[in-house]
């Protein structure tokens, strides 16, 4: 992997990655003007959680025409946010972030009932490929291998930021999911705080481990692959299976085999193995019904600081789920769930594991090659 950086217009930071060396960064010819974000955190005195609050979002890009995309190289009469006529992955500051170290005129009140602080932190966009019409799924072994090397080279960078106290990479593909640019592109999210599931993970953690003396999530792992009714697809460093009780219609999780904190402590065998696994799973997922399966694939790491207690006790993983219940129905948020938080699933996860399953046959899961794709 090579790195090059490049600066945009405004002063955002853009960053190339390549297979091969020479890459020269190409300047960005846009009159843009500089962004100041007024984000702000305020804590639920409910619930204790933080809330971001981020105005200046409201009128970001939304679902531009695909000649005017702003993911797509740049072009001779376009400028978009890649100023350059062709790249393999591309990562760059979000021009309208939720969560910035640029964050000015926003006051910390440290009221012990209504909290509230600047909304430290950094947003980036990750371009995994320059094809429009692509899919991570469509990405070949060696690009899927590329956006995994970028993903852990940001968490490395991310994880050493003093502002930052965890490293959330995702994606959102679909319209149903509510996605404002369709070009394939995730997001990182390097935040000042533990949000609430990974806090929520870590806590079952500590507590399993205080109670057994064993790693909570090498037992789900040892437990998932002894049943092995749940299994969805393996290769000899990662695991993905539909979890025991699983919240959504569809859902898989996808694990090493053996623990790591983060991405970016993969070895290369590992970062092989997730990237062949990841492509395997979400070519199921597209298999499923007749158009493409809108998904969340949401990266569970360990906290960003080796001093946190509960570092130790990380494993890495990604929890991958969609809201589509059927072919032309959707899941959408009872009152127990929005209002509670107590979820309710229609579909057996063990009935979910088995369609996954037999999906294999459209393509060659087992190398993680599309039917086709030469080795």
């Known amino acids: 992997m090579f790195r090059t950086d490049g600066r945009l217009a405004d002063g955002r930071t853009i960053r190339w990655y390549d297979r091969t060396a020479g890459r ?23 619930t204790g959680e933080r809330i971001v609050l981020a105005a200046h979002r409201q009128n970001r ?27 393999e992955v591309a990562v760059f500051d979000n021009r309208f972030p939720a969560l910035s170290d640029a964050v000015v005129d926003v006051p910390t009140e440290d009221d012990p009932l209504f909290a509230s602080a600047p909304a430290h932190g950094t947003c980036e966009v990750v371009c995994f490929s320059e094809r429009h019409d692509a899919s991570f799924k469509d990405l070949g072994l060696e690009q899927a291998r590329l956006v995994v090397d970028a993903w852990a080279d940001r968490t490395r960078e991310l994880s050493a930021r003093d502002s930052v106290e965890y490293v959330y990479p995702f994606e959102n593909r679909g319209v149903e999911i509510g996605v404002t640019l369709p070009h394939p592109h995730g997001q990182i999210y390097a935040f000042g705080f533990v949000p609430p599931r990974a806090a929520t993970e870590l806590a079952r953690a500590r507590a399993h481990h205080d109670a057994t003396g064993r790693n909570l999530f090498g037992d789900v792992i040892a437990r998932e692959l002894a049943d092995g009714a749940r299994i969805v697809a393996e290769n000899d460093t990662w695991v993905a299976f ?58 569970q790491q360990a906290p960003a600081k080796a001093d946190h207690p509960d570092r130790e006790l990380a494993w890495l993983h990604v929890e991958l789920f969609s809201i589509r ?51």
């Open 242 to 299: 539909v979890p025991f009780a699983a919240r959504w219609p569809v859902e898989v999780h996808l694990y090493p085999r053996t623990q790591v904190a983060d991405l970016a402590a993969l070895d290369d065998a590992q970062r092989d193995g997730l990237a062949a696994l990841y492509r395997d799973v979400l070519t199921r997922f597209d298999a499923l019904y007749d158009a493409p399966l809108p998904y969340i694939s949401a990266w």
């Open 24 to 46: 020269e960064p190409s300047p960005d010819t846009r009159d843009l003007p500089t962004t100041t974000p007024m984000s702000q955190i305020r804590r639920d005195p409910l």
């Open 325 to 375: 219940r059927s072919a032309d129905k959707l899941k959408y948020l009872a009152g127990t769930e929005s209002g509670q938080g107590a979820f309710s699933n229609d579909v057996s996860p063990e009935a979910v594991a088995q369609r996954l399953r037999e999906v294999a046959d459209a393509f060659d899961g087992g190398s993680g090659r599309e039917v086709g794709e030469s080795s």
């Open 61 to 87: 890009t939304f679902m531009p025409p695909a000649d005017e995309c702003p993911l797509c190289p740049s072009r001779d009469g376009y400028a978009s946010e890649v100023p350059s006529d062709s790249y």
